[in-house]
């Protein structure tokens, strides 16, 4: 069975920083690509980063790209997304997520974490 468990999240201050961590069990990070997604209030699920298993690749969306980073240890089946200088815009439900194809669409990505909440006050 499939588990991916994510913490890290809370509530921080405008600039800060924060890392979230996902752990995976049942899940092949040789075979899984790692992704990140958010979801704020009363928008729909978005694409943060991805993370390719065959080559530790990243790929972040356009938007995001500078302030977060992605990354993986594959001895602990753990991907990361540590996220600078934060804004109340990030404030949203952070989900890992894993899947064979992994790109920026939903539908590529086969398991879901529950999600972990950020908060970021202004």
């Known amino acids: 069975q499939v588990q991916l468990v994510e913490s890290g999240g809370g509530l921080v201050q405008t600039g800060d920083s924060l890392r979230l961590s996902c752990v995976a069990s049942?899940?092949?990070?040789?075979?899984?690509?790692m992704g990140w997604f958010r979801q704020a209030p009363g928008k729909e699920r978005e694409f943060v980063a991805r993370?390719?298993?065959?080559?530790?690749?990243?790929y972040y969306a356009d938007s995001l790209k500078g302030r977060f980073t992605i990354f993986r240890d594959n001895a602990k089946n753990t991907v990361h997304l540590h996220m600078n200088s934060l804004e109340p815009e990030d404030t949203a439900i952070y989900y890992c997520a894993g899947g064979r194809v992994a790109g920026r669409a939903i539908s590529g990505y086969e398991y879901w974490g529950q999600g972990t909440q950020v908060t970021v006050s202004s």
């Open positions: 049942g899940l092949s990070f040789s075979v899984y690509n």
């Open positions: 993370v390719r298993w065959a080559d530790g690749s990243t």
